[in-house]
Protein backbone atom coordinates (compact mmCIF):
# COMPACT_ATOMS: atom_id res chain seq x y z
CA UNK A 1 0.00 0.00 0.00
CA UNK A 2 2.76 2.33 0.40
CA UNK A 3 3.97 2.00 -3.01
CA UNK A 4 0.65 2.90 -4.56
CA UNK A 5 0.45 6.13 -2.30
CA UNK A 6 3.58 7.06 -3.52
CA UNK A 7 2.72 6.74 -6.82
CA UNK A 8 -0.56 8.38 -6.41
CA UNK A 9 1.12 11.69 -5.13
CA UNK A 10 3.63 11.25 -7.91
CA UNK A 11 1.13 11.46 -10.39
CA UNK A 12 -0.55 14.41 -8.61
CA UNK A 13 2.58 16.55 -8.62
CA UNK A 14 3.05 15.27 -12.35
CA UNK A 15 -0.58 17.03 -13.05
CA UNK A 16 0.18 19.81 -11.23
CA UNK A 17 3.30 20.89 -12.79
CA UNK A 18 2.31 20.18 -15.84
CA UNK A 19 -0.85 22.48 -15.78
CA UNK A 20 1.14 25.21 -13.65
CA UNK A 21 3.77 24.78 -17.27
CA UNK A 22 1.11 25.55 -19.17
CA UNK A 23 -0.76 28.44 -17.53
CA UNK A 24 2.78 29.72 -17.01
CA UNK A 25 3.38 29.30 -20.51
CA UNK A 26 0.24 30.87 -21.86
CA UNK A 27 0.82 34.26 -18.96
CA UNK A 28 4.28 34.28 -21.13
CA UNK A 29 2.46 34.35 -24.28
CA UNK A 30 0.14 36.67 -23.64
CA UNK A 31 -2.97 34.29 -23.92
CA UNK A 32 -3.96 34.52 -20.64
CA UNK A 33 -3.79 38.06 -18.06
CA UNK A 34 -3.76 37.65 -14.21
CA UNK A 35 -4.88 41.73 -13.97
CA UNK A 36 -6.88 42.01 -16.94
CA UNK A 37 -7.14 45.91 -17.84
CA UNK A 38 -10.54 47.35 -18.36
CA UNK A 39 -12.21 47.58 -22.26
CA UNK A 40 -12.54 50.67 -22.95
CA UNK A 41 -16.10 50.80 -25.07
CA UNK A 42 -17.09 53.55 -27.41
CA UNK A 43 -20.34 54.80 -27.44
CA UNK A 44 -21.78 54.85 -31.00
CA UNK A 45 -22.31 58.31 -32.93
CA UNK A 46 -25.75 59.32 -32.82
CA UNK A 47 -27.08 59.93 -36.81
CA UNK A 48 -27.38 63.38 -37.66
CA UNK A 49 -30.94 64.43 -38.47
CA UNK A 50 -31.94 66.94 -40.53
CA UNK A 51 -34.47 69.51 -40.34
CA UNK A 52 -36.88 70.34 -42.94
CA UNK A 53 -36.21 74.58 -43.10
CA UNK A 54 -38.71 76.04 -45.03
CA UNK A 55 -36.90 79.67 -44.68
CA UNK A 56 -34.21 78.81 -46.53
CA UNK A 57 -33.65 79.57 -50.23
CA UNK A 58 -32.69 76.84 -52.57
CA UNK A 59 -30.24 77.25 -55.74
CA UNK A 60 -30.37 74.09 -58.02
CA UNK A 61 -27.48 74.15 -60.55
CA UNK A 62 -27.53 71.22 -63.43
CA UNK A 63 -24.21 70.10 -63.74
CA UNK A 64 -24.82 67.66 -66.56
CA UNK A 65 -25.42 67.50 -69.87
CA UNK A 66 -29.10 65.88 -68.89
CA UNK A 67 -31.73 69.01 -70.14
CA UNK A 68 -34.50 69.76 -67.21
CA UNK A 69 -32.60 68.03 -64.13
CA UNK A 70 -32.71 71.36 -62.17
CA UNK A 71 -36.25 71.79 -62.92
CA UNK A 72 -37.45 68.85 -61.66
CA UNK A 73 -35.23 68.82 -58.59
CA UNK A 74 -36.72 72.13 -58.17
CA UNK A 75 -40.50 70.71 -58.47
CA UNK A 76 -39.60 68.42 -55.84
CA UNK A 77 -38.29 70.60 -53.36
CA UNK A 78 -41.00 73.40 -53.82
CA UNK A 79 -43.79 70.16 -53.49
CA UNK A 80 -41.68 68.76 -49.81
CA UNK A 81 -43.02 72.77 -48.68
CA UNK A 82 -40.02 75.36 -49.70
CA UNK A 83 -42.13 77.92 -51.43
CA UNK A 84 -41.57 78.14 -54.89
CA UNK A 85 -40.16 81.87 -55.02
CA UNK A 86 -37.30 80.33 -52.75
CA UNK A 87 -36.34 78.07 -55.11
CA UNK A 88 -34.31 78.91 -58.12
CA UNK A 89 -33.10 76.16 -60.92
CA UNK A 90 -30.41 76.75 -63.37
CA UNK A 91 -27.73 75.54 -65.42
CA UNK A 92 -24.16 74.79 -64.09
CA UNK A 93 -20.93 75.77 -66.12
CA UNK A 94 -19.60 73.13 -65.91
CA UNK A 95 -20.91 69.37 -67.34
CA UNK A 96 -19.79 66.69 -65.42
CA UNK A 97 -19.81 66.83 -61.78
CA UNK A 98 -19.29 63.39 -60.45
CA UNK A 99 -22.15 63.16 -57.55
CA UNK A 100 -25.10 65.32 -56.54
CA UNK A 101 -24.20 67.50 -53.45
CA UNK A 102 -26.14 70.09 -51.07
CA UNK A 103 -23.57 72.96 -50.17
CA UNK A 104 -24.16 75.24 -46.88
CA UNK A 105 -21.72 77.77 -45.87
CA UNK A 106 -21.90 77.98 -42.23
CA UNK A 107 -22.10 75.30 -39.41
CA UNK A 108 -25.39 76.45 -38.29
CA UNK A 109 -26.91 75.92 -41.87
CA UNK A 110 -25.92 72.14 -41.12
CA UNK A 111 -29.33 70.99 -40.20
CA UNK A 112 -31.32 72.82 -42.64
CA UNK A 113 -28.77 71.36 -45.68
CA UNK A 114 -29.28 67.53 -44.23
CA UNK A 115 -33.18 67.80 -44.32
CA UNK A 116 -33.10 69.41 -48.03
CA UNK A 117 -30.51 66.07 -48.54
CA UNK A 118 -33.37 63.87 -46.76
CA UNK A 119 -36.07 65.51 -49.11
CA UNK A 120 -33.77 64.73 -52.24
CA UNK A 121 -33.16 61.39 -51.12
CA UNK A 122 -30.14 61.04 -48.83
CA UNK A 123 -28.42 63.42 -51.06
CA UNK A 124 -24.76 64.10 -49.43
CA UNK A 125 -23.86 67.52 -47.75
CA UNK A 126 -20.38 70.00 -47.85
CA UNK A 127 -19.52 72.85 -46.57
CA UNK A 128 -18.40 75.45 -48.53
CA UNK A 129 -18.10 79.18 -48.96
CA UNK A 130 -18.02 78.80 -52.99
CA UNK A 131 -21.76 79.74 -53.42
CA UNK A 132 -21.85 82.10 -50.49
CA UNK A 133 -21.50 85.14 -52.84
CA UNK A 134 -24.88 84.53 -54.80
CA UNK A 135 -26.80 84.30 -51.19
CA UNK A 136 -28.62 87.57 -50.33
CA UNK A 137 -27.49 89.62 -47.77
CA UNK A 138 -29.18 88.56 -44.60
CA UNK A 139 -30.83 85.33 -46.34
CA UNK A 140 -30.07 81.66 -45.63
CA UNK A 141 -29.78 79.65 -48.44
CA UNK A 142 -28.31 75.86 -49.27
CA UNK A 143 -26.96 75.23 -53.33
CA UNK A 144 -28.44 71.67 -54.59
CA UNK A 145 -25.31 70.56 -57.36
CA UNK A 146 -27.31 68.23 -59.70
CA UNK A 147 -24.13 65.17 -60.80
CA UNK A 148 -23.59 63.25 -63.05
CA UNK A 149 -25.52 60.36 -60.91
CA UNK A 150 -28.66 61.76 -60.91
CA UNK A 151 -28.53 62.11 -64.76
CA UNK A 152 -28.11 58.32 -65.00
CA UNK A 153 -24.52 58.60 -66.10
CA UNK A 154 -21.75 56.82 -64.27
CA UNK A 155 -19.61 59.13 -62.29
CA UNK A 156 -15.71 59.16 -62.15
CA UNK A 157 -15.42 59.53 -58.58
CA UNK A 158 -17.24 61.13 -55.76
CA UNK A 159 -15.79 64.44 -54.24
CA UNK A 160 -15.71 64.34 -50.45
CA UNK A 161 -15.24 67.61 -49.76
CA UNK A 162 -16.04 70.68 -51.67
CA UNK A 163 -13.90 71.43 -54.60
CA UNK A 164 -12.15 74.60 -54.96
CA UNK A 165 -13.75 74.72 -58.63
CA UNK A 166 -16.99 73.54 -57.67
CA UNK A 167 -19.71 73.98 -60.44
CA UNK A 168 -20.67 78.21 -60.15
CA UNK A 169 -24.22 79.61 -61.40
Same mark, same amino acid.
Not at 120 to 137: I, K, M, R
Given at each position: ?? $?????????????????????????????????????????????????? @????????? &?????? &?? =????????? &???????????? @?????????????????????????????????????? @?????????????????? $??????? =??????????? @?????
Amino acid at each position: MN $GAVVLLWSAVAVLVLVVAGIFGAMIVMGKVSLFPQAVETIAPQPKETGVI @DTTYSVMVL &NATTTP &NL =AATTRDTIV &NAGWPATAVIAG @DANAQDFATTTIYYVADADRPAALGLAEVLGGVPVAQS @DVYAGDVVEGGKQLTVVI $GLDRAGE =APAEAPEEAPE @DAPAE
